[in-house]
């Protein structure tokens, strides 16, 4: 009885640390690529071109690219975040002179879901003006962290 009781603390803390450190995440921008761990070229390197999985085109987001910078929302119809997260991005982008802002429907989209390797809706991109993705995001991000990531892609473009 002592042992299961035992057990049955270790792994509600476990989840609870697991549920922690997830949600402290939702929201938060990351370099593209930040997360694969076996990166094969390094990201220092410049000299290659970008693959093929973090580039996307006006042919597949069916709408041109902005002059600049291009924010891509991944949203499902009942995602509850995805509504607020639409508003930011449409103001943030018709704040800034040549930054787009294109919604996709994940569910209608699967091609690009399972390309782009996107888990959870509202995911955001931040393209560069050649559709690199140079960020990304999952859940609902704070307008501070959306404006850094777009400012850091406008100075880099520059």
């Known amino acids: 009885m002592v042992g299961g009781v035992i057990v049955l603390v270790v792994v509600l803390a476990a989840a609870s640390a697991v549920g922690f450190v997830a949600r402290s995440r939702q929201g938060r921008f990351r370099a593209q690529g ?31 690219l902005g002059q600049r910078a291009t924010l891509v929302q991944f949203s499902t119809e009942f995602c509850t975040y995805c509504g607020p997260t ?29 390309r782009l390797n996107v888990l959870s809706t509202p995911t955001v991109l931040v393209l560069t003006a050649d559709g690199s993705i140079a960020r990304r995001a999952s859940g609902l991000p704070r307008k501070s ?6 400012g850091g892609v406008l100075q880099d473009g520059e």
Not at 103 to 109: T, V
Not at 145 to 150: E, F, I, Q, R, S
């Open 86 to 114: 639409r508003e930011l991005l449409t103001e943030v982008a018709r704040a800034r002179d040549g930054v787009a802002f294109v919604e996709i429907d994940a569910a209608r989209r699967l091609d690009l879901v399972r």
């Open 34 to 64: 930040a997360s694969r761990e076996f990166s094969r070229t390094d990201p220092a390197d410049s000299s290659e071109a970008p693959a093929a999985d973090t580039v996307l085109t006006a042919a597949d987001l069916g709408v041109s």
């Open 145 to 150: 962290d959306v404006l850094a990531a777009v």
